[in-house]
């Protein structure tokens, strides 16, 4: 059973048609959707102060990878405040939910 849903993107409120168009950013808390080529434009300009490196991608799970890696570490360790535990937790959930939401309903 093929579950279909419609992405659009942020910048030309065009369809994204598959994942290697795709490109997810944080705006703040919220997850920006993109063209590859809308976001290398946006990225140049004014709201690129707000806008983050992509959440999906090679870079993007390498972040959540180094991320989860030291979420386990500052567990380990209980002088480890607990925000700080909670701040390395953020790229992770975000990469999850970009996949959760985005990702996984395109070809």
């Known amino acids: 059973m ?3 849903k419609f992405i659009f993107c942020e910048k030309c ?3 994204i048609r598959s994942k290697e168009e795709l490109v997810t950013s944080s705006f703040f808390f919220l997850i920006a959707t993109y063209h590859d080529r809308c976001f290398s434009q946006e990225i140049k ?13 090679i870079q993007g799970n390498l972040t959540a990878i180094f991320a ?3 979420f386990i570490v500052m567990l380990l360790i209980p002088e480890v405040p607990i925000i700080i535990k909670l701040g390395i937790l953020v790229p992770i ?5 970009s996949w959760t939401f985005f990702e996984r309903h395109l070809p």
């Open 93 to 97: 959930l975000m990469r999850v939910a």
């Open 13 to 15: 409120r065009v369809p």
């Open 2 to 4: 093929s579950h279909t």
């Open 45 to 57: 300009g004014l709201i690129s102060a707000f806008l983050s490196w992509p959440i999906n991608g």
């Open 68 to 70: 989860s890696i030291a």
